[in-house]
């Protein structure tokens, strides 16, 4: 299958780059800078010239394509709502381009704040919201009922590259910044997590086997403790590990407050039951601990 990817040269996206052409898929990767255009012809990948705001390039590369894995996203929390706007910009003019196709089209959405209090599941709806911006779930699955083999794939918190880790990769800059590394109350909350090679493997099996409308959970584990984590930033960085309050969280977090103190564990076991995904890579805490994985 010929993929038209963006993100192909990202943290994700090259793993999951090499994944499909490890399979026989054929890579077209969205290339925005002379350094994505390197990391993708050394993947071997197809060079494709664009941006997410660049709406025909996005056009050109799903038209051209048998299917579509969407994996960019600016990741400015700060202007958190208008990149969400770009993000659905870009998703409805690859979709518009793909109706009537059947292709498969996947969007990128995430596990956390799909609702409280609970283990998240596939089988739960994200409804829109003004607090979540990101709407990249309900924008690519409303081709689902337009000929698009439409799915949303959720992530954790992805690790698996010195210095990546998902939102917790953020909390490490603060603490750095801030000199202290800071967990919310008793810091019990948990955030589920999978290695980088696992979530590579899930986009190629729903690229090839998902179904329209389809969710899946790119899930290793359910959900590991904040202060678990926090104390692994403390150590990596030396630097104190503190809790503070909810109250202190905003002037803390800054952008970021939203997921602090949040318990927002979730499943995985439809998407394996689903489309056969076994997660085996190595859990967050013992990847994120290994020596100059968060250099001080």
Same mark, same amino acid.
């Given at each position: 299958m010929r993929v038209f990817v963006t993100g192909a040269a990202g943290f994700i996206g090259s793993e999951t780059t090499k994944e499909l052409i490890a399979a026989g898929h054929q890579v077209v990767g969205l290339a925005r800078s002379d350094d994505n255009v390197r990391t993708l012809e050394q993947l071997g990948a197809e060079v494709h010239r664009g941006s997410?705001?660049?709406?025909?390039?996005?056009?050109? +590369?799903?038209?051209?394509?048998?299917? #579509?894995i969407h994996l960019a996203f600016i990741h400015d929390f700060a202007k958190f709502a208008e990149n969400g706007a770009i993000d659905k910009t870009a998703i409805e003019a690859i979709g518009d381009e793909l109706v009537g196709t059947n292709k498969p089209f996947i969007v990128t959405s995430g596990t956390g704040l799909v609702a409280a209090g609970v283990v998240v599941t596939e089988d739960m709806r994200r409804e829109s919201s003004a607090y979540v911006p990101r709407m990249s779930e309900q924008a690519g699955l409303a081709y689902a009922s337009r000929g698009v083999?439409?799915?949303?794939?959720? $992530?954790?918190? #992805?690790? +698996?590259?010195?210095?990546k880790a998902g939102l917790l990769s953020y909390l490490v800059e603060l603490a750095r910044q801030k000199g202290a590394a800071a967990y919310v109350g008793e810091g019990t909350e948990r955030w589920p997590a999978a290695h980088r090679q696992d979530v590579a493997r899930l986009y190629r099996l729903a690229?090839?086997?998902?179904?329209?409308?389809?969710?899946?959970?790119?899930? +290793?584990?359910?959900?590991?403790?904040?202060?678990?984590?926090?104390?692994? #930033?403390?150590?990596?960085?030396? *630097?104190? *590990?503190?809790s503070i309050t909810k109250e202190q969280a905003g002037e803390y977090?800054?952008?970021?407050?939203?997921?602090?103190? $949040?318990?927002?564990?979730?499943?995985s076991a439809l998407t394996q039951q689903r489309l056969g995904w076994m997660p085996s890579g190595i859990g967050l805490i013992a990847d994120i601990s290994q020596p100059g994985y968060f250099k001080a």
């Amino acid at each position: 299958m010929r993929v038209f990817v963006t993100g192909a040269a990202g943290f994700i996206g090259s793993e999951t780059t090499k994944e499909l052409i490890a399979a026989g898929h054929q890579v077209v990767g969205l290339a925005r800078s002379d350094d994505n255009v390197r990391t993708l012809e050394q993947l071997g990948a197809e060079v494709h010239r664009g941006s997410l705001q660049d709406l025909d390039s996005l056009k050109r +590369g799903a038209r051209d394509c048998d299917g #579509v894995i969407h994996l960019a996203f600016i990741h400015d929390f700060a202007k958190f709502a208008e990149n969400g706007a770009i993000d659905k910009t870009a998703i409805e003019a690859i979709g518009d381009e793909l109706v009537g196709t059947n292709k498969p089209f996947i969007v990128t959405s995430g596990t956390g704040l799909v609702a409280a209090g609970v283990v998240v599941t596939e089988d739960m709806r994200r409804e829109s919201s003004a607090y979540v911006p990101r709407m990249s779930e309900q924008a690519g699955l409303a081709y689902a009922s337009r000929g698009v083999r439409a799915m949303a794939l959720r $992530l954790p918190q #992805v690790h +698996g590259a010195a210095g990546k880790a998902g939102l917790l990769s953020y909390l490490v800059e603060l603490a750095r910044q801030k000199g202290a590394a800071a967990y919310v109350g008793e810091g019990t909350e948990r955030w589920p997590a999978a290695h980088r090679q696992d979530v590579a493997r899930l986009y190629r099996l729903a690229l090839e086997n998902g179904t329209a409308d389809g969710i899946y959970h790119a899930v +290793g584990e359910e959900g590991v403790a904040m202060r678990e984590m926090i104390e692994v #930033v403390g150590r990596a960085l030396d *630097v104190p *590990v503190i809790s503070i309050t909810k109250e202190q969280a905003g002037e803390y977090y800054g952008p970021l407050a939203m997921f602090a103190g $949040l318990d927002m564990p979730a499943s995985s076991a439809l998407t394996q039951q689903r489309l056969g995904w076994m997660p085996s890579g190595i859990g967050l805490i013992a990847d994120i601990s290994q020596p100059g994985y968060f250099k001080a």
